[in-house]
Protein backbone atom coordinates (compact mmCIF):
# COMPACT_ATOMS: atom_id res chain seq x y z
CA UNK A 1 0.00 0.00 0.00
CA UNK A 2 1.46 3.48 -1.30
CA UNK A 3 0.79 5.79 1.62
CA UNK A 4 1.27 9.61 0.10
CA UNK A 5 1.74 12.77 2.51
CA UNK A 6 0.00 15.01 1.53
CA UNK A 7 0.38 19.56 3.20
CA UNK A 8 -2.92 20.51 3.16
CA UNK A 9 -2.82 24.49 3.09
CA UNK A 10 -6.61 25.60 3.28
CA UNK A 11 -5.19 29.18 3.69
CA UNK A 12 -8.07 32.37 3.61
CA UNK A 13 -11.82 33.14 3.06
CA UNK A 14 -13.12 29.65 0.81
CA UNK A 15 -9.61 27.70 0.91
CA UNK A 16 -11.37 26.72 4.19
CA UNK A 17 -14.24 25.26 2.69
CA UNK A 18 -12.79 23.91 -0.19
CA UNK A 19 -9.89 21.86 0.35
CA UNK A 20 -11.65 20.06 3.12
CA UNK A 21 -13.73 18.98 0.22
CA UNK A 22 -10.92 17.78 -1.75
CA UNK A 23 -9.24 16.01 1.19
CA UNK A 24 -12.75 14.12 1.14
CA UNK A 25 -13.18 13.00 -2.27
CA UNK A 26 -9.26 12.02 -2.58
CA UNK A 27 -9.68 9.82 0.90
CA UNK A 28 -13.13 8.45 -1.05
CA UNK A 29 -11.74 8.04 -4.15
CA UNK A 30 -8.24 6.44 -2.45
CA UNK A 31 -10.65 3.75 -0.98
CA UNK A 32 -12.20 2.56 -3.76
CA UNK A 33 -9.14 2.86 -5.91
CA UNK A 34 -7.51 0.70 -3.79
CA UNK A 35 -3.63 0.39 -3.98
CA UNK A 36 -2.78 3.70 -1.92
CA UNK A 37 -4.04 6.12 0.63
CA UNK A 38 -3.15 9.99 1.61
CA UNK A 39 -2.38 11.17 5.34
CA UNK A 40 -3.07 14.37 5.39
CA UNK A 41 -0.79 16.98 7.97
CA UNK A 42 -3.45 20.25 8.51
CA UNK A 43 -1.38 23.80 8.36
CA UNK A 44 -3.34 26.87 9.88
CA UNK A 45 -1.04 29.23 7.67
CA UNK A 46 -2.55 32.13 6.63
CA UNK A 47 -4.12 35.78 7.43
CA UNK A 48 -5.98 34.24 10.83
CA UNK A 49 -1.89 33.03 11.77
CA UNK A 50 -0.67 36.19 10.27
CA UNK A 51 -2.92 38.01 13.03
CA UNK A 52 -1.62 35.79 15.68
CA UNK A 53 1.80 35.96 15.21
CA UNK A 54 2.69 38.58 12.32
CA UNK A 55 3.94 36.22 9.66
CA UNK A 56 1.80 34.45 7.70
CA UNK A 57 4.23 30.83 8.59
CA UNK A 58 6.16 29.82 11.00
CA UNK A 59 10.18 30.29 10.10
CA UNK A 60 10.62 26.86 9.75
CA UNK A 61 7.71 26.56 7.55
CA UNK A 62 9.74 25.02 4.59
CA UNK A 63 11.48 22.19 6.89
CA UNK A 64 8.26 21.28 8.30
CA UNK A 65 6.98 20.79 4.40
CA UNK A 66 10.01 19.79 2.18
CA UNK A 67 9.00 16.12 2.73
CA UNK A 68 6.09 15.60 1.70
CA UNK A 69 4.96 14.03 -1.30
CA UNK A 70 3.00 17.37 -2.54
CA UNK A 71 1.27 20.36 -1.07
CA UNK A 72 -2.56 21.05 -1.44
CA UNK A 73 -3.27 24.49 -1.23
CA UNK A 74 -6.38 26.73 -0.71
CA UNK A 75 -6.34 30.26 -1.29
CA UNK A 76 -4.17 33.21 0.27
CA UNK A 77 -6.02 36.77 1.14
CA UNK A 78 -8.07 38.84 2.78
CA UNK A 79 -9.57 42.55 2.81
CA UNK A 80 -8.02 43.61 6.28
CA UNK A 81 -4.08 42.81 5.46
CA UNK A 82 -1.91 44.09 2.71
CA UNK A 83 -1.87 41.95 -0.30
CA UNK A 84 1.64 41.96 -0.98
CA UNK A 85 2.12 40.55 2.77
CA UNK A 86 -0.28 37.67 2.13
CA UNK A 87 1.15 36.80 -1.09
CA UNK A 88 4.88 36.75 -0.40
CA UNK A 89 4.24 35.93 3.23
CA UNK A 90 2.74 32.25 2.28
CA UNK A 91 2.19 31.40 -1.53
CA UNK A 92 5.47 32.81 -2.98
CA UNK A 93 7.65 31.74 0.10
CA UNK A 94 6.44 28.17 -0.86
CA UNK A 95 6.54 28.57 -4.45
CA UNK A 96 10.04 30.43 -4.85
CA UNK A 97 12.21 28.30 -1.95
CA UNK A 98 10.85 25.03 -3.62
CA UNK A 99 11.68 26.08 -7.34
CA UNK A 100 8.16 25.87 -8.70
CA UNK A 101 8.89 27.34 -11.48
CA UNK A 102 6.20 25.42 -13.88
CA UNK A 103 2.89 26.91 -13.21
CA UNK A 104 1.01 24.74 -15.59
CA UNK A 105 -2.67 26.28 -16.14
CA UNK A 106 -5.19 23.55 -18.24
CA UNK A 107 -8.36 25.60 -19.20
CA UNK A 108 -11.03 23.57 -20.75
CA UNK A 109 -15.11 24.19 -21.39
CA UNK A 110 -16.36 21.02 -19.24
CA UNK A 111 -19.57 19.28 -20.20
CA UNK A 112 -22.25 21.10 -19.66
CA UNK A 113 -20.93 24.38 -18.73
CA UNK A 114 -21.36 27.24 -20.89
CA UNK A 115 -18.68 29.70 -22.05
CA UNK A 116 -19.13 33.23 -22.37
CA UNK A 117 -17.89 33.52 -26.13
CA UNK A 118 -20.94 32.53 -28.50
CA UNK A 119 -21.17 29.84 -30.85
CA UNK A 120 -18.15 28.21 -29.36
CA UNK A 121 -17.92 24.80 -31.16
CA UNK A 122 -17.23 21.49 -29.08
CA UNK A 123 -13.37 20.79 -28.50
CA UNK A 124 -12.50 24.40 -29.50
CA UNK A 125 -11.17 26.14 -26.21
CA UNK A 126 -8.74 23.10 -24.75
CA UNK A 127 -5.69 24.76 -23.96
CA UNK A 128 -2.61 24.57 -21.27
CA UNK A 129 -0.89 27.40 -19.70
CA UNK A 130 2.60 27.29 -18.85
CA UNK A 131 3.63 30.25 -16.47
CA UNK A 132 7.13 30.89 -15.79
CA UNK A 133 6.89 31.16 -11.86
CA UNK A 134 10.29 31.98 -10.15
CA UNK A 135 11.21 34.91 -11.79
CA UNK A 136 10.30 37.95 -14.27
CA UNK A 137 7.99 40.57 -13.07
CA UNK A 138 7.43 38.49 -9.84
CA UNK A 139 11.52 38.15 -8.72
CA UNK A 140 11.14 40.92 -5.86
CA UNK A 141 13.68 42.82 -7.65
CA UNK A 142 13.28 46.91 -7.02
CA UNK A 143 12.83 49.20 -3.74
CA UNK A 144 10.91 52.71 -3.03
CA UNK A 145 12.95 55.67 -1.72
CA UNK A 146 11.86 59.02 -0.84
CA UNK A 147 8.95 57.32 0.76
CA UNK A 148 6.21 60.03 1.42
CA UNK A 149 8.04 62.82 -0.41
CA UNK A 150 6.85 64.73 -3.91
CA UNK A 151 10.01 63.10 -5.90
CA UNK A 152 9.13 59.26 -4.70
CA UNK A 153 10.36 56.64 -6.70
CA UNK A 154 9.71 52.97 -6.91
CA UNK A 155 10.87 50.06 -9.19
CA UNK A 156 9.71 46.95 -9.82
CA UNK A 157 12.51 44.60 -12.05
CA UNK A 158 11.47 41.92 -14.06
CA UNK A 159 14.58 39.15 -13.61
CA UNK A 160 14.77 37.05 -16.38
CA UNK A 161 17.96 34.49 -16.33
CA UNK A 162 19.05 32.29 -19.37
CA UNK A 163 18.79 29.46 -17.26
CA UNK A 164 15.31 30.37 -15.90
CA UNK A 165 13.51 31.46 -19.17
CA UNK A 166 15.78 27.94 -21.06
CA UNK A 167 14.09 25.33 -18.90
CA UNK A 168 10.30 26.95 -18.72
CA UNK A 169 10.06 26.86 -22.26
CA UNK A 170 12.05 23.76 -22.56
CA UNK A 171 8.91 22.08 -20.73
CA UNK A 172 6.20 23.94 -22.13
CA UNK A 173 7.77 22.31 -25.65
CA UNK A 174 7.99 18.82 -23.71
CA UNK A 175 4.22 20.35 -22.69
CA UNK A 176 3.05 20.88 -26.37
CA UNK A 177 4.89 17.33 -27.71
CA UNK A 178 2.71 14.81 -25.44
CA UNK A 179 -0.43 16.13 -26.71
CA UNK A 180 -2.42 15.37 -29.70
CA UNK A 181 -2.05 18.87 -31.01
CA UNK A 182 1.87 19.32 -30.43
CA UNK A 183 1.16 22.83 -31.08
CA UNK A 184 2.76 26.08 -29.23
CA UNK A 185 2.40 29.18 -28.80
CA UNK A 186 5.02 31.44 -26.42
CA UNK A 187 3.89 35.04 -25.54
CA UNK A 188 6.09 38.61 -24.96
CA UNK A 189 6.40 41.72 -25.43
CA UNK A 190 9.37 42.23 -27.34
CA UNK A 191 8.32 45.27 -29.30
CA UNK A 192 8.26 47.35 -26.37
CA UNK A 193 10.27 45.61 -23.56
CA UNK A 194 13.69 45.02 -25.76
CA UNK A 195 15.60 42.99 -23.35
CA UNK A 196 13.95 40.32 -21.26
CA UNK A 197 11.67 39.95 -23.98
CA UNK A 198 13.64 39.59 -26.73
CA UNK A 199 15.83 36.92 -24.57
CA UNK A 200 12.45 34.94 -24.39
CA UNK A 201 12.48 34.99 -28.38
CA UNK A 202 15.91 34.43 -28.83
CA UNK A 203 15.29 31.27 -26.54
CA UNK A 204 12.66 29.64 -27.68
CA UNK A 205 14.07 29.84 -31.29
CA UNK A 206 17.13 27.90 -30.08
CA UNK A 207 15.00 25.46 -27.97
CA UNK A 208 12.47 24.94 -30.82
CA UNK A 209 15.38 23.41 -32.53
CA UNK A 210 15.48 20.42 -30.98
CA UNK A 211 11.47 19.73 -31.05
CA UNK A 212 10.82 19.55 -34.89
CA UNK A 213 7.63 17.77 -34.27
CA UNK A 214 6.33 20.55 -32.47
CA UNK A 215 4.59 23.29 -34.65
CA UNK A 216 5.42 26.75 -32.69
CA UNK A 217 4.26 30.58 -32.95
CA UNK A 218 5.06 33.84 -30.67
CA UNK A 219 2.54 36.54 -29.99
CA UNK A 220 2.97 39.75 -28.24
CA UNK A 221 0.70 39.60 -25.12
CA UNK A 222 -1.96 42.38 -26.63
CA UNK A 223 -2.26 40.45 -29.68
CA UNK A 224 -2.69 36.76 -27.36
CA UNK A 225 -5.94 38.12 -25.68
CA UNK A 226 -7.43 38.83 -28.72
CA UNK A 227 -6.38 35.23 -30.46
CA UNK A 228 -8.03 34.08 -27.24
CA UNK A 229 -11.78 35.63 -27.27
CA UNK A 230 -11.78 35.20 -31.34
CA UNK A 231 -9.89 32.32 -32.55
CA UNK A 232 -9.83 29.93 -29.95
CA UNK A 233 -9.35 26.97 -31.27
CA UNK A 234 -5.94 27.90 -33.00
CA UNK A 235 -4.39 27.72 -29.19
CA UNK A 236 -3.33 24.04 -27.60
CA UNK A 237 -0.43 24.73 -25.23
CA UNK A 238 1.06 28.22 -24.21
CA UNK A 239 4.09 29.68 -22.38
CA UNK A 240 4.51 32.94 -21.19
CA UNK A 241 5.83 35.30 -18.46
CA UNK A 242 5.05 35.18 -14.30
CA UNK A 243 2.67 38.56 -15.03
CA UNK A 244 1.58 37.89 -18.64
CA UNK A 245 0.54 33.84 -18.14
CA UNK A 246 -0.94 35.24 -14.60
CA UNK A 247 -3.18 37.52 -16.49
CA UNK A 248 -3.86 35.43 -19.84
CA UNK A 249 -4.69 31.95 -17.63
CA UNK A 250 -7.49 34.22 -15.58
CA UNK A 251 -8.74 35.61 -19.04
CA UNK A 252 -8.96 31.38 -20.04
CA UNK A 253 -10.38 30.52 -16.86
CA UNK A 254 -13.48 33.45 -17.75
CA UNK A 255 -14.24 31.96 -21.12
CA UNK A 256 -14.16 28.44 -19.67
CA UNK A 257 -17.31 29.53 -17.76
CA UNK A 258 -15.69 30.28 -14.30
CA UNK A 259 -12.66 31.00 -12.44
CA UNK A 260 -14.66 28.26 -9.58
CA UNK A 261 -13.29 25.53 -12.05
CA UNK A 262 -9.68 26.15 -12.72
CA UNK A 263 -6.91 24.48 -11.38
CA UNK A 264 -2.92 25.01 -11.22
CA UNK A 265 -0.27 22.93 -10.55
CA UNK A 266 3.05 24.73 -9.26
CA UNK A 267 5.45 22.00 -10.20
CA UNK A 268 9.40 21.36 -9.42
CA UNK A 269 9.54 19.19 -12.52
CA UNK A 270 12.48 17.35 -10.74
CA UNK A 271 11.09 16.62 -8.06
CA UNK A 272 13.66 18.41 -5.60
CA UNK A 273 11.19 20.08 -3.92
CA UNK A 274 7.71 18.80 -3.14
CA UNK A 275 4.87 20.76 -5.92
CA UNK A 276 2.17 22.69 -4.81
CA UNK A 277 -1.47 22.05 -6.61
CA UNK A 278 -4.52 25.21 -5.58
CA UNK A 279 -6.99 26.09 -7.45
CA UNK A 280 -6.81 29.60 -9.08
CA UNK A 281 -9.73 30.79 -7.86
CA UNK A 282 -8.64 33.30 -4.52
CA UNK A 283 -9.78 33.53 -1.32
CA UNK A 284 -12.90 34.82 -2.66
CA UNK A 285 -13.95 36.71 0.97
CA UNK A 286 -17.21 37.84 -0.94
CA UNK A 287 -18.78 34.17 -0.55
CA UNK A 288 -16.86 33.20 2.30
CA UNK A 289 -19.16 31.02 4.86
CA UNK A 290 -21.67 31.33 2.69
CA UNK A 291 -21.28 27.76 1.41
CA UNK A 292 -21.42 28.04 -2.32
CA UNK A 293 -18.00 28.17 -3.20
CA UNK A 294 -17.43 25.97 -6.16
CA UNK A 295 -15.02 22.90 -5.38
CA UNK A 296 -14.43 21.98 -8.90
CA UNK A 297 -11.06 23.70 -9.81
CA UNK A 298 -9.86 22.24 -6.22
CA UNK A 299 -10.92 18.52 -7.32
CA UNK A 300 -9.05 19.31 -11.02
CA UNK A 301 -6.04 20.45 -8.58
CA UNK A 302 -6.66 17.26 -7.31
CA UNK A 303 -6.42 15.30 -10.40
CA UNK A 304 -3.30 16.97 -11.60
CA UNK A 305 -1.82 16.21 -8.42
CA UNK A 306 -2.92 12.53 -8.74
CA UNK A 307 -0.83 12.94 -12.29
CA UNK A 308 2.27 13.90 -10.27
CA UNK A 309 2.05 11.18 -7.97
CA UNK A 310 2.27 8.31 -10.76
CA UNK A 311 -1.93 7.39 -9.72
CA UNK A 312 -2.97 8.00 -13.56
CA UNK A 313 -5.77 5.71 -13.32
CA UNK A 314 -7.05 7.17 -10.48
CA UNK A 315 -6.49 10.66 -12.00
CA UNK A 316 -8.61 9.61 -15.26
CA UNK A 317 -11.64 8.24 -12.67
CA UNK A 318 -11.75 11.57 -10.73
CA UNK A 319 -11.27 13.26 -13.77
CA UNK A 320 -14.68 11.48 -15.06
CA UNK A 321 -16.15 11.88 -11.93
CA UNK A 322 -15.91 15.78 -12.23
CA UNK A 323 -17.25 15.88 -15.89
CA UNK A 324 -20.36 13.70 -15.08
CA UNK A 325 -21.52 16.40 -12.90
CA UNK A 326 -20.78 19.31 -14.44
CA UNK A 327 -22.83 18.05 -17.45
CA UNK A 328 -25.57 18.15 -14.85
CA UNK A 329 -26.62 21.73 -14.85
CA UNK A 330 -28.82 21.11 -11.53
CA UNK A 331 -25.31 20.49 -9.98
CA UNK A 332 -23.35 24.24 -11.12
CA UNK A 333 -23.11 26.98 -7.73
CA UNK A 334 -23.60 30.48 -8.30
CA UNK A 335 -20.52 31.19 -10.55
CA UNK A 336 -22.17 29.06 -13.15
CA UNK A 337 -25.29 29.94 -12.74
CA UNK A 338 -26.89 27.47 -10.98
CA UNK A 339 -27.82 27.35 -6.90
CA UNK A 340 -26.04 23.82 -6.02
CA UNK A 341 -23.68 24.33 -2.66
CA UNK A 342 -20.47 23.15 -2.25
CA UNK A 343 -21.86 20.33 -0.10
CA UNK A 344 -24.03 18.99 -2.70
CA UNK A 345 -22.18 19.28 -5.72
CA UNK A 346 -19.09 17.34 -3.12
CA UNK A 347 -21.93 14.38 -2.39
CA UNK A 348 -22.39 14.70 -6.38
CA UNK A 349 -18.86 13.86 -6.99
CA UNK A 350 -18.24 11.20 -4.38
CA UNK A 351 -21.73 9.52 -5.49
CA UNK A 352 -19.87 9.99 -9.22
CA UNK A 353 -16.64 7.56 -7.74
CA UNK A 354 -18.85 4.75 -6.33
Not at 208 to 225: E, G, H
Request: with cysteine; charged share 20%.
Amino acid sequence: MRTYTIASIPGDGIGKEVIPAGERVLDHLAARAGGFSFRFQRFDWGSDYYRQHGIMMPADGLSQLKNVDAIYFGAVGAPDIPDHITLWGLRLAICQPFDQYANVRPARVLPGISSPLANLDAGALDWVIVRENSEGEYSGAGGRVHRGLPEEVAMEVSVFTRPGVERVIRFAFELARSRPRKLLTVVTKSNAQRHGMVLWDQIAEEVSRNYPDVTWDKMLVDAMTVRMVMKPASLDTIVATNLHADVLSDLAAALSGSMGVAPTANLNPERRFPSMFEPIHGSAFDITGMGIANPIGTFWSAVMMLEHLGEREAAARLMGAIEKVTRQGRLHTPDLGGEASTELVTEAVLDSLG
